[in-house]
C-alpha cells in the first residue's frame, strides 16, 4: 500500500491517493483529526482513516479476497467514513453498484465529493466499464427505521464495515443492520474488519456472533496487509468473512463459530531472541494447528522458555484448543514462564490449566491477563498439587475484573505460611479491584519481595497504612508502585511515615494519579530514601508551591547524586514552579559540600508534560541545562510552549552529544519556522514535534 497526498479545492481538506495492490483509490479527508468538533448527537469519526479500513482494503484487492470479489456484484458499505473498501471495489469493476453509507449526513456528502474525485480520475472508457457509485445517509440503532426509508427493503449479496463495532452495543447493532440488509438468496457475505481496542468490546462481538448464529472465518492479515506485518501479532486488524449458519434447533455452538484461513505464509509463533513460543487464534484456530505446534515443538523445544496464549480480541478459546496445546506440550518442555490474555477459559479449563502448571517443573512465572479470574478459579488453578506455586518468582493478574477481596484471600491461601511464600520475588495485580481488604489479606507474604506492584487497585489510605507497617520487616523491596489508587494525602503520610525503613533497597517508588498534592508531596519524606532512581510523580495535582519543597530534596539529600528519572506529567506547574524546581540544580548545595566526592545530578529523564509551563518555564530548565550533564530525554509535551522558546533551547543544547526532546500538542510550535537542529558530532538526537 502506498500513499501520496494531493491538494483539495478546500483549504480544510486534503486528499490522499492510496494504491492497494495496484488498485488506485482517492480519499477526501479533514487536514487535521477532527477530534474537537465530534460530539455525541455529532460523530465526526468517520472523517478519520482508522487502522481496519486499510486493512480491508488491502484484503478486497488482493488474492485473498478472490471469493468475496466474486460475491460481491452489487455491494453495501456501511459507516464507510472515507468510503475504501468500496472504492476499491468499485475501481476493480467487478461490482454493477456499489452503495456506500454513514450515518453523518456531512460525512456522507464527503463521500459524494471522493466519488467524484474518483471517477475524474478515470478515462473515460474504462468508466464507460465500471459500475454505479453512490453514496447515501444510513443509520442503526433506530430499530430499523433509517434501512426501510434509505433501501426500502433492498438486499445485497455482500455487505461491508470496517471500525464501526466501537462499544459493547455497537457489536450487536451492527450484525442485526447486516442481517437486515444482506441476501438471503444465493451466495452472500459480510466482510467486517475490526481492531482489538477494549476487552469488553470484543467480549460483545463474539457474543453476539454467537447469539446470532453466524459462522465465521477469519483472515490472516499478513497474508495481504504489509503494515500488519510490522505489527505485533495481537495488535493486527481482524478481518472477518461472515456468512448465516444454517438453523441447528436453537443450540450454542461457541467451538466452530470462528476459524481461521489456513495460510500459506510461515508461522510466526516463534520469538528466538525472548526464547518465547506466542500462540494466538491466528495459530489456534486454524486446521493445522494441532500438525504444526508439534513440528515446532520437535524442532524447536529445546529453545523454548516462555509459553504465551495471547487470543486478544473477539476470540474464546475452547476446551478442545487448550486439549490439543497442553497435549502437544506435555511436561517436555522447560518452561520457565507461561503468560495468558484474554483467553475466557471457563473453570473446568483452569483446572485442566492447573494441572499442566504443576508438572512445569522449570516454571518461575505465572502471568494472567484480562481473564474472568475469581476465587474459584484460582482455587481450580491451585488444584491439589501445589509444590509447583512455591517455586514461582513472580505471579501477576492484570485487568481481570473479577479479582476482589475474595480473591485476594484466596491467592493468600497459595502460600500456607509465610515461609512458603518467599521464593516470590515480584507480585503484579493491576487494575484488580482487591480494595483494602484485599490488600490487609496479602499483606502478610509481601515481606521480603523484591517488586510489588498495586496500581489500580481500589487502595485507600486505610489499605496504604496496612501495607506501610510491612515495611518495617522490609529489606529487599526495590520497587513500590501503587499509582492509579486515590488514597490522597492521607495514604501518603501513612507511606512517609515507614519509607525510612527502605531506605537503602527502594529503587523506584511510583505514586502517579493517587492525588497526593502538594501536603501529600511534604509528608512522603522522600529526603529518606538513599537509593532511589526513579520517582514518578504524576497526575496527583501538585502545584507551584510544592516546588521549592521538592527542589531542596533533590538538591540536598542523597537524591542529587542518585536519582535518575524524575516524572512529574499532567499536574497543574507554571512558569514559577518550573523556576523553583530548577533551583535544585541551579543553586548551591548542601549534599555537594558534605560529599565532595559525590557525583552531581544524576538525572537523565524529565518529564514536566501536560503542565502549563509556558515559555518562562522553558527558560527555566535552560538555566538549569548546564548542570543536568547526565540529561538524555526531556518531555515538555502539551507544555504551551512557542517556536521561540524551542529555538532558545536548541541553542542551549548546541554542545549535547544525545538528548530526545518531546514536543507533541504544543500549537505554538510551528516545525517550519525553527532553526535546524545541531548536527552531528554535537546534536540534539531527537525532536518529536508530531
Not at 482513516?49 to 486499510?54: F, G
Not at 454493477?96 to 450515518?103: A, E, L
Not at 487448550?322 to 497435549?327: E, F, V
Request: some cysteine; charged content about 25%; proline content about 3%.
Amino acid at each position: 500500500m502506498t500513499s501520496v497526498a494531493i491538494p483539495d479545492v478546500d483549504d480544510d481538506f486534503t486528499v490522499d491517493v492510496r494504491d492497494f495492490n495496484g488498485v488506485v483509490v482517492a480519499l477526501r479527508r479533514p487536514k487535521s483529526f477532527p477530534e474537537e468538533s465530534s460530539t455525541f448527537d455529532n460523530d465526526e469519526t468517520g472523517r478519520v482513516e482508522w487502522r481496519a479500513s486499510p486493512s480491508l482494503c488491502a484484503f478486497l484487492s488482493s488474492s485473498s479476497g478472490d471469493r468475496v470479489r466474486a460475491i460481491g456484484v452489487e455491494v453495501l458499505e456501511v459507516g464507510a467514513g472515507l468510503g475504501g473498501p468500496g472504492l476499491v471495489l468499485w475501481r476493480m469493476g467487478l461490482a454493477r453498484r456499489v452503495v456506500t453509507t454513514d450515518g453523518n449526513v456531512g460525512v456522507a456528502a464527503d463521500l459524494e465529493s471522493s466519488i467524484a474525485r474518483n471517477r475524474s480520475m478515470v478515462d473515460r472508457e474504462v468508466l464507460n466499464s465500471l459500475g454505479e457509485v453512490t453514496s447515501k445517509v444510513l443509520t442503526w440503532g433506530d430499530g430499523g427505521a433509517s434501512v426501510r426509508e434509505v433501501l426500502r427493503g433492498e438486499r445485497f449479496p455482500l455487505v461491508l464495515a470496517s471500525d464501526v463495532v466501537y462499544s459493547a452495543s455497537s457489536a450487536r447493532g451492527v450484525l442485526e443492520l447486516v442481517e437486515s440488509t444482506l441476501s438471503v438468496e444465493g451466495e452472500s457475505a459480510f466482510v467486517l474488519a475490526y481492531v482489538s481496542r477494549w476487552p469488553h468490546v470484543d467480549r460483545a462481538l463474539w457474543e453476539a456472533i454467537i447469539d446470532l448464529r453466524w459462522t465465521v472465518r477469519a483472515q490472516n492479515p499478513a497474508t495481504f496487509d504489509e503494515v500488519a506485518r510490522a505489527e505485533a501479532l495481537e495488535d493486527r486488524p481482524c478481518v472477518f468473512v461472515l456468512t448465516r449458519r444454517a438453523k441447528d434447533g436453537g443450540k450454542r455452538n461457541d467451538v466452530d463459530a470462528i476459524t481461521f484461513e489456513s495460510s500459506t505464509t510461515r508461522r510466526e509463533w516463534m520469538d528466538e531472541d525472548s526464547e518465547t513460543l506466542k500462540v494466538t487464534p491466528c495459530d489456534a484456530l486454524t486446521e493445522s494447528f494441532v500438525s504444526d505446534l508439534a513440528k515446532t515443538l520437535r524442532e524447536r523445544g529445546e529453545d523454548i522458555k516462555t509459553l504465551e496464549i495471547n487470543f486478544k480480541g473477539p476470540f474464546k478459546m475452547c476446551k478442545r484448543t487448550l486439549d490439543a496445546l497442553i497435549d502437544a506440550f506435555g511436561s517436555k518442555i522447560n518452561l520457565e514462564r507461561v503468560r495468558l490474555r484474554e483467553c475466557w477459559l471457563d473453570v473446568g479449563c483452569w483446572r485442566r490449566f492447573g494441572r499442566f502448571l504443576s508438572a512445569l517443573t522449570t516454571l518461575r512465572e505465572l502471568e494472567i491477563m484480562g481473564e474472568e479470574i475469581d476465587g474459584d478459579v484460582l482455587n481450580a488453578i491451585a488444584g491439589d498439587e501445589t509444590t509447583w506455586i512455591k517455586r514461582l518468582r513472580r505471579i501477576k493478574f492484570s485487568r481481570c475484573e473479577k479479582f476482589d477481596a475474595v480473591a485476594a484471600s484466596v491467592l493468600r491461601s497459595w502460600f500456607p505460611t509465610v515461609e512458603s511464600s518467599r521464593n516470590v520475588e515480584i507480585l503484579d495485580i493491576s487494575h484488580c479491584d482487591i480494595a483494602d481488604e484485599g490488600l490487609k489479606s496479602l499483606c502478610a507474604i509481601l515481606v521480603g519481595m523484591r517488586e510489588i506492584h498495586l496500581t489500580h487497585a481500589g487502595i485507600s489510605a486505610l489499605g496504604v497504612a496496612e501495607l506501610a507497617r510491612t515495611f518495617c520487616n522490609h529489606r529487599e523491596l526495590q520497587e513500590l508502585d501503587l499509582s492509579g489508587n486515590d488514597f490522597g494525602e492521607s495514604g501518603a503520610a501513612e507511606l512517609g511515615d515507614y519509607l525510612s525503613h527502605l531506605s537503602s533497597s527502594l529503587k523506584v517508588l511510583d505514586v502517579r494519579g493517587c492525588n497526593i498534592g502538594d501536603r501529600g508531596l511534604a509528608w512522603l519524606r522522600l529526603d529518606a530514601l538513599e537509593v532511589l532512581e526513579t520517582l514518578r510523580l504524576g497526575s496527583n495535582g501538585v502545584s507551584d508551591d510544592a516546588m521549592s519543597p521538592l527542589a531542596c530534596i533533590l538538591r540536598d539529600s542523597n537524591l542529587a547524586n542518585t536519582l535518575k528519572s524524575l516524572d512529574l506529567a499532567m499536574n497543574i506547574i507554571t512558569w514559577r514552579g518550573a523556576f523553583d524546581l530548577t533551583d535544585a540544580w541551579t543553586e548551591p548545595s548542601t549534599f555537594a559540600t558534605e560529599n565532595p566526592t559525590a557525583s552531581r545530578f544524576a538525572l537523565n529523564t524529565l518529564s514536566v508534560r501536560g503542565n502549563h509551563l509556558g515559555d518562562d518555564g522553558v527558560d527555566a530548565i535552560i538555566d538549569a541545562i548546564h548542570s543536568l550533564q547526565a540529561l538524555i530525554e526531556l518531555d515538555l509535551t502539551d507544555c504551551a510552549v512557542s517556536s521561540a522558546a524551542v529555538a532558545a533551547l536548541f541553542a542551549a543544547l548546541v554542545n549535547r552529544r544525545r538528548i530526545a526532546v518531546r514536543l507533541r500538542s504544543n500549537p505554538r510550535v510551528d516545525r517550519s519556522s525553527l532553526p535546524p537542529p545541531p548536527t552531528p558530532p554535537t546534536s540534539v538526537q531527537s525532536f518529536s514535534l508530531t
